[in-house]
């Protein structure tokens, strides 16, 4: 790879990161039954692995609304839950995955998965169409906690964000 590739790759890792570490500083933890894969890997979780939600004391309204207004990155809707202490005594590693892939609707795409069971760290990416939008369904466990969340981006704010990125007029990564 060229050096010019290896920083396009980096610029995209970059603002995949920014994105991530606003969706979780922003705290948009409402669980919406609108969604029935987002909902039933949540509440499978909660059901077979004796999960806690994390609480989130209120962020979520709030960080649903900054969201919905600022729309960083292309991303117009977000929501996610990160659950605690998930109980895997007596569980085969290959039960988690079957948790996800038969809560997930097949109209859901794999875009990344990733298995390491003997590390016990599980990641998928599902990615669906909406109008000129994708949504974007994670699923991380690590150890004994699971993230999972659900995004609406547009694919060419998105696009525009990772050539030039800035949050409100503010440069978060440098152009050297």
Do not use: C
């Not at 995949?16 to 894969?37: N, P, Q, R």
């Not at 990155?73 to 007596?90: E, M, P």
Request: hydrophobic letters at 45%; aromatic letters at 8%.
């Amino acid at each position: 790879m060229t050096r010019e590739d290896w920083r396009g790759l980096w610029r995209i890792t970059l603002a995949l990161s920014a994105v991530a570490l606003f969706v979780v500083v922003v705290g948009v933890a409402t669980v919406t039954a609108g969604d029935s894969s987002y909902g039933r890997i949540v509440d499978q979780l909660q059901a077979e692995y004796r999960a806690t939600p994390q609480p989130m004391y209120g962020a979520g309204l709030l960080g649903e609304l900054t969201v919905a207004v600022l729309r960083p990155a292309g991303v117009s809707k977000v929501k996610f839950t990160i659950l605690k202490d998930l109980d895997a005594r007596d569980r085969p590693n290959r039960d988690f995955d079957r948790v996800v892939q038969t809560a997930v609707e097949s109209k859901w795409h794999r875009l990344v998965v990733r298995l390491a069971p003997l590390e016990r760290q599980w990641t998928y990416v599902y990615a669906q169409p909406d109008g000129k939008q994708v949504r974007l369904l994670i699923v991380n466990r690590d150890h004994g906690d699971a993230f999972v969340a659900e995004v609406r981006v547009d694919p060419d704010k998105l696009s525009a964000f990772i050539d030039n990125p800035e949050i409100l007029g503010i440069r978060i990564a440098s152009t050297s």
